[in-house]
């Protein structure tokens, strides 16, 4: 393939008018797909809100296909791998995890064995991986997974990895920074870097006012990152006034307006975002009993967002590979619940919408799930190690379901254990800005009550911006900070 005639058609595969800053992005990655390979080679596309690299990606996919070129869609969480592959035209795409390992079920008595790296059997094929700045270099088990997606990609033959994101987002947690989007992070791996950032707005966010609080709140986090240690940190003068899409909303308020946007656009198209899982926690029992008059602990109807990504080990439901952390999902019907091995347990039906590129008469994908309902009203993000022990210790003792079946095959189907294997789940209604990353709502609600003065500065801005950039139509500020309003 020739490089200008490959960016030509990219450029003509763009929905809208690309801007000379866009142009010149699409030169620079015709030149990465097109170059003979001779090194590991890696482009890092930095690409702001409202920038138009969502559309740009679709047209590079489109016309890679079309030359006949493998192009593996990936993502760090199964959410953000079913938005991606929505932005990319039903292409599919996986989460990192699944894609590039082989998991082995060992002896740790809390999990499933340390994931196994995966080779890669793929010659000459694009690794496109979005929402990068998510990925981190260490995760609880001291591996790394960037290192482990590096040594995956470049076991192929001829292949070459693109890392998109925003740096203006939260970074993975407990880092500062998102090193894959880091140039010198690969470089010390022996990659050859080459990288783009879009800054410039598309001309189609221009009036929006969510983008417009965006920008300025990444332009304020630009400048605090040169200054000389010790400097008084800029403030973002948040605007809301003539901007329809941007709206202040007190505590007092909040239900009568949340009540209403239920109403207009749907629970699934509406979220709560807050700053803690304790938060989260007191937003959703308020939610359920204020706004929707729900005095059970769990009705038909209610949404439950998925914690930990799960995996059918029996008959898939039609149209579903797997539950992925951060999947939403409703509630059809309670079947029943029990107390078992110290911990309690619903059996229930649930659905989910099918893709966003289905048909408009495709069904909702149903399925019936065993969920754990000791998580969803939980100050942590998943079930901790104790609990796992318990729920471990408790299964492999329990004769009345094994009688004398001997220990190492009890262990075996541990595997395919329903109560193992539960579903660990949360109210939906209200999360953590980390659970809502890599997903977009028609109505974001972004809660800054009892943000004390000396809270305000980058980590917060970070924490802000991807907030606000979950919203697609009108973003709430829920009792903010009157230092950051203009």
């Excluded at 199964?78 to 996986?94: I, T, W, Y």
């Excluded at 990192?96 to 196994?116: E, L």
């Excluded at 973002?236 to 003539?242: C, D, F, H, I, Q």
């Excluded at 939980?378 to 022990?389: I, K, M, N, Q, S």
């Amino acid at each position: 393939m020739n490089a200008k005639e490959f960016a030509a058609e990219v450029l003509t595969a763009l929905p809208y008018t690309a801007n000379d800053q866009q142009v010149a992005v699409v030169a620079a990655l015709a030149r990465f797909v097109t170059a003979p390979v001779t090194d590991d080679m890696a482009f890092i596309l930095n690409g702001y809100a409202g920038t138009g690299k969502t559309s740009l990606t679709g047209a590079l996919v489109r016309v890679l296909e079309a030359h006949g070129r493998k192009v593996v869609l990936l993502a760090p969480t199964g959410r953000a791998a079913k938005v991606f592959s929505a932005n990319s035209h039903g292409h599919p795409a996986f989460t990192i995890h699944r894609k590039i390992y082989r998991h082995a079920f060992g002896a740790d008595t809390a999990q499933a064995g340390p994931p196994v790296p995966a080779e890669n059997k793929l010659r000459n094929a694009i690794f496109i991986v979005d929402e990068a700045s998510m990925i981190g270099t260490a995760d609880e088990r001291g591996a790394s997974l960037l290192e482990d997606l590096v040594q995956y990609v470049y076991s192929g033959v001829g292949c070459r990895l693109m890392l998109m994101g925003d740096t203006a987002q939260l970074p993975p947690v407990g880092q500062e920074t998102s090193p894959a989007m880091n140039p010198d992070t690969l470089r010390r791996m022996g990659i050859k870097v080459s990288r783009a950032t879009l800054t410039e707005t598309a001309r189609q966010a221009a009036d929006s006012g969510i983008l417009f609080n965006a920008t300025r709140l990444r332009k304020v986090m630009s400048k605090i990152a040169v200054l000389p240690e010790g400097s008084p940190a800029p403030v973002p003068r948040l605007r809301t006034a003539a901007l329809p899409d941007v709206t202040v909303v007190s505590g007092e308020d909040l239900p009568e307006i949340l009540s209403g946007a239920y109403d207009a656009d749907g629970l699934a198209e509406t979220i709560v975002i807050t700053r803690s899982n304790r938060r989260a926690a007191e937003y959703n029992a308020g939610i359920r009993g204020s706004v929707l008059y729900r005095e059970e602990e769990l009705t038909r109807g209610d949404m439950l967002i998925v914690a930990r990504n799960h995996y059918f080990t029996g008959k898939k439901p039609r149209g579903v590979d797997f539950v992925a952390n951060g999947d939403i999902v409703t509630v059809e019907r309670v079947l029943g619940t029990e107390c078992r091995y110290g911990m309690r347990f619903a059996d229930v039906t649930l659905s989910f919408p099918p893709p966003a590129d289905a048909p408009d008469d495709t069904e909702p994908v149903v399925f019936d799930a065993k969920i754990m309902l000791d998580t969803l009203s939980a100050e942590y993000a998943v079930l901790p190690r104790d609990g796992w022990e318990k729920l471990y210790y408790g299964i492999m003792a329990d004769n009345d379901r094994f009688g004398d079946m001997p220990v190492d095959r009890r262990y075996a189907q541990l595997r395919t254990d329903p109560y193992w294997g539960a579903l660990q789940v949360k109210y939906a209604y209200a999360v953590t800005c980390h659970k809502a990353q890599g997903g977009q709502w028609t109505n974001v609600f972004v809660d800054l009550s009892y943000i004390p003065a000396d809270a305000l500065g980058l980590i917060l801005y970070r924490w802000l911006y991807t907030a606000v950039t979950r919203a697609k139509k009108h973003l709430y500020l829920i009792s903010p900070p009157e230092e950051l309003l203009k």
